[in-house]
């Protein structure tokens, strides 16, 4: 996970260093998402339909099903790349929740739309008659590989969006108990100030003041028997 300050984030205003940032582990995963997503969309639309037929048992929704969600997750990974890049200048530990929270959110979302459409394409190309709507054979490689490679990556993008949502978790996780553990210190005096009262106490109260002397110390002299009264 992320290190750093409030939500795994640095010290704002720090300059961006673009090697630390690609070495990120949500960097990392966010990259290979947007990688797998190009490849779902892009197999569907050049090679999961022929002659307006889609090649998946026929449905035309299936095929309309993996390109939205590739689509959805292509943009979505670039948008959160550049939050990636911005994250640590973020001065607002409000900001950096809040885009914690859609990351978490939207991975987490996105993590069980592939699944589903993982499923989806899977029933539908395995439970039809594939060869009645396949291409004539010379052409059948490249739709039959298009088909099911967008499935292979449908499955591979529920482990990079899961591996997504369960950093963005962990960054929230330790958010939240950054801020817990920075409140808990207000109003808790420290052990070493615990016994001692926070004024001084009254004078001669403790010990000897050097200021002052006891108003009834036993070395005081006592001048009223040199005392004369005047005389008229």
């Not at 190009?38 to 307006?52: D, L, N, P, Q």
Request: net charge negative; with cysteine; charged share 10%.
């Amino acid at each position: 996970m992320d290190g750093g300050g409030a939500y795994g984030a640095g010290m704002a205003g720090s300059p961006f260093d673009p090697k630390t940032f690609i070495k990120k582990p949500s960097v990392i995963l966010r990259i290979v998402s947007w990688v797998f997503s190009i490849i779902v969309f892009g197999c569907i639309a050049a090679g999961g339909s022929y002659k307006g037929i889609c090649l998946y048992g026929g449905d035309n929704n299936a095929c309309g099903y993996g390109i939205g969600i590739g689509v959805i997750a292509f943009m979505a990974s670039v948008i959160f790349l550049i939050l990636d890049a911005v994250f640590d200048n973020m001065s607002s530990v409000q900001h950096r929740k809040y885009v914690v929270i859609a990351d978490m959110l939207f991975s987490g979302l996105w993590t069980f739309m592939w699944f589903v459409g993982f499923c989806y394409l899977t029933n539908k190309w395995t439970s039809s008659n594939n060869t009645v709507i396949l291409p004539p054979v010379k052409d059948q490689a490249h739709f039959v590989n298009s088909v099911q490679a967008a499935i292979a990556f449908s499955f591979f993008s529920i482990g990079s969006w899961g591996g997504l949502t369960v950093l963005a978790v962990l960054k929230y996780r330790k958010g939240v108990s950054d801020a817990f553990s920075s409140t808990e210190g207000y109003g808790d005096p420290s052990p070493a100030t615990q016994g001692s009262a926070p004024y001084s106490s009254f004078p001669g109260s403790e010990g000897t003041d050097p200021y002052q002397e006891p108003p009834f110390g036993p070395g005081k002299e006592d001048t009223s028997a040199d005392y004369q009264p005047p005389t008229y």
